[in-house]
């Protein structure tokens, strides 16, 4: 085995470390100032010996920096690793908490069953764990406000948005918010889980929020439907309930932008095809190729009416109701 090899086998190390250093909130205390690994095991309630062997590997990869005097400090990495900043990392890495981590450590399992480890593991599913469960459920969201952030602008200015709004399983209505400042809509509708409704503070005025499921048909009509990254949470059987609900709330002019990666065509193959194991191993979901979207949307009544690359990994299918249907 060459080292490169045995290098890329042990990234999941790398990968926890940074989980742990952003669970123990160290970028935020060297924030304050830099800190000798006693000062920072005081800090974060850690042994030092032990500590300063995770500091380390970290410190090789760029995350930390030790200045010649001992003290650890920031770097434009670690920077971002800091809580409450503009385009934190933290809220990304801290969702992936032990139950997220073990059910990736059982994708054996999903590969052989096809089911979500995560299931097998807990007995419930991902989102009713999060509904009893709170703070992982803030955590879970504001992970994905970190995502989204990324893609809220392209997503506002590549696309048409006009009258009645609707983001279905729209979170904590991040880009509800970015589209109502960037178009002249008449109305936003929020639509998720009550409990996730109930953590959406910070929408604007003219938006509406609805609590539901979307396995039930929707108790509203909208010009302009948006799905991001939902599709992907679920199987086959449960997206294209998800799409016939839609399909009950949208008229004849009605669109539908599905946002998602696709996974024959999005430019980040590699990463398109990390997710789709998470997805398997957490939600049973997966990411999709263009024919498999396809038959999910005829078979929901809808129609293709055109895809656009929105960055170089999620697209925009833009739906129509099928007039055939
Ligand atoms: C992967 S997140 C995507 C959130 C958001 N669309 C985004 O792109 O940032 C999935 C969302 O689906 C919501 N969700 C899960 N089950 C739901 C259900 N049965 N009905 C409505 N929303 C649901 C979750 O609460 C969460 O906000």
Request: a negative charge; proline letters at 2%.
């Amino acid at each position: 085995m060459t080292t490169s090899t045995f290098s890329l086998l042990t990234m999941i190390m790398l990968n926890r470390a940074l989980y742990v250093a952003a669970d123990l909130g160290i970028a935020d205390h060297l924030a304050t100032q830099p800190m000798t690994v006693s000062e920072l095991a005081c800090v974060t309630h850690t042994k030092p010996e032990s500590l300063q062997r995770m500091l380390y590997l970290l410190e090789l990869h760029g995350v930390f920096k030790q200045q010649e005097d001992m003290h650890y400090c920031l770097t434009d990495f670690s920077e971002s690793m800091r809580q409450n900043t503009p385009n934190s990392i933290r809220p990304f890495l801290l969702h992936d908490d032990d139950t997220r981590w073990n059910s990736f450590g059982h994708l054996g399992y999903s590969v052989t069953t096809g089911n979500a480890a995560f299931d097998m593991l807990y007995g419930q599913s991902y989102f009713q764990h999060l509904q009893q469960n709170p703070q992982l459920s803030a955590r879970f969201n504001d992970a994905m406000m970190t995502i989204s952030c990324q893609e809220d602008s392209a997503i506002a200015t590549k696309l048409v948005f006009e009258k009645v709004v609707a983001d279905i399983g729209g979170g904590k209505g991040q880009l509800l918010n970015k589209i109502i400042t960037n178009h002249a809509i008449t109305q936003a509708i929020l639509f998720d889980l009550p409990e996730v409704i109930d953590q959406a503070n910070s929408v604007d005025s003219i938006c509406l929020k609805i609590g539901g499921s979307f396995f039930d048909p929707l108790p509203f009509s909208a010009d302009i439907f948006v799905l991001k990254r939902i599709l992907h949470d679920w199987n086959n059987e449960k997206a294209l309930t998800i799409l016939k609900n839609i399909r009950h709330g949208m008229h004849a002019d009605s669109r539908l932008y599905i946002i998602e990666g696709i996974l024959d065509y999005s430019e980040d193959k590699k990463l398109l095809a990390a997710i789709d194991l998470a997805l398997l191993t957490i939600f049973q979901g997966q990411e999709r190729t263009k024919s498999e979207f396809d038959v999910l949307i005829t078979a929901a009544g809808l129609e293709v009416v055109s895809i656009k690359n929105l960055d170089s990994v999620i697209c925009a299918i833009e739906c129509k109701r099928s007039e055939s249907h």
